[in-house]
């Protein structure tokens, strides 16, 4: 009896130190880790060393619950940007109006007409020496533009992501106000800056280039371009559309002698 006891004791012994050795292969590396890594006599609930700095790893950052600021719009959001109008630059006795469909962000942000890369209208400028210069004008030069007798407005002055934002309405009545426009300033030559925008603005469809329609009771000629945009479809790039440049001013030299000789 003593025997089997001294047996089945040292068996118990043996199976609860097979089962601790079992116990501490399960643990996981992480968990082994982690104990190991944790100072003695500190808090068990925190973890010092390389474990501190693994565990930080592991969390997750913060979701920033603020509105989100665009690098591109410096502190302003793209909402904030929204809010900005991008004022006329119109008067009498002007060469060409040039007429853009609505203000793009890029042109609100900066307070400049035709600004960002994706716009081929300063590039076609310098090409064409429509207004001559010795440098390379860019959207900043939209002033000295002014000054020489071209001048910029818009078929809706609200600014949008994009010019498919516009509602019918609001196109409705920017023609109507651009109208107006046309008939107290008579500029030489109202250049529409994209056909579909004319096609809104006379109710029917054109060809490019110079229109047989006036505006009635004054003498400004209508021209149709096709959008400076880049992402027009048929017209992709800035050399493509020069030519449109050339031909208005051909169009203005032949106005200008026309009164002259009058």
Not at 160 to 169: Q, W
Not at 176 to 195: E, H, M, S, T, V
Request: a neutral charge; one cysteine or more; glycine letters at 6%.
């Amino acid at each position: 009896p003593e025997s089997i006891s001294r047996i089945l004791t040292d068996a118990s012994g043996w199976i609860l130190e097979m089962s601790g050795v079992e116990e501490k292969q399960q643990e996981s590396p992480l968990k082994r880790r982690r104990l190991e890594d944790t100072d003695v006599g500190s808090d068990p609930g925190k973890l010092t060393g390389s474990a501190v700095e693994n565990d930080s790893k592991r969390k997750s950052p913060k979701k920033n619950s603020s509105p989100r600021k665009l690098r591109k719009f410096g502190d302003l959001t793209e909402e904030e940007v929204l809010e900005k109008t991008l004022p006329d630059l119109i008067r009498d006795d002007l060469d060409v109006l040039f007429i853009g469909i609505n203000p793009s962000l890029d042109a609100a942000y900066t307070g400049h007409y035709y600004s960002g890369n994706s716009n081929h209208f300063w590039a076609c400028m310098n090409e064409s020496q429509l207004v001559p210069s010795d440098r390379q004008l860019t959207d900043t030069d939209d002033g000295y533009c002014f000054s020489n007798g071209i001048g910029f407005s818009c078929l809706v002055s609200k600014t949008t992501r994009a010019a498919i934002d516009l509602t019918k309405d609001e196109m409705k009545k920017g023609a109507d106000q651009l109208r107006q426009k046309i008939i107290q300033y008579k500029p030489r030559i109202a250049c529409f800056n994209g056909k579909g925008m004319y096609e809104l603005f006379c109710g029917k469809k054109c060809s490019m280039g110079e229109q047989e329609d006036r505006l009635p009771d004054i003498e400004t000629v209508i021209y149709v371009m096709p959008s400076t945009s880049a992402r027009a479809a048929s017209f992709p790039r800035a050399s493509d559309k020069v030519k449109f440049f050339t031909e208005l001013k051909q169009i203005l030299k032949r106005l200008k002698a026309t009164a002259v000789r009058d």
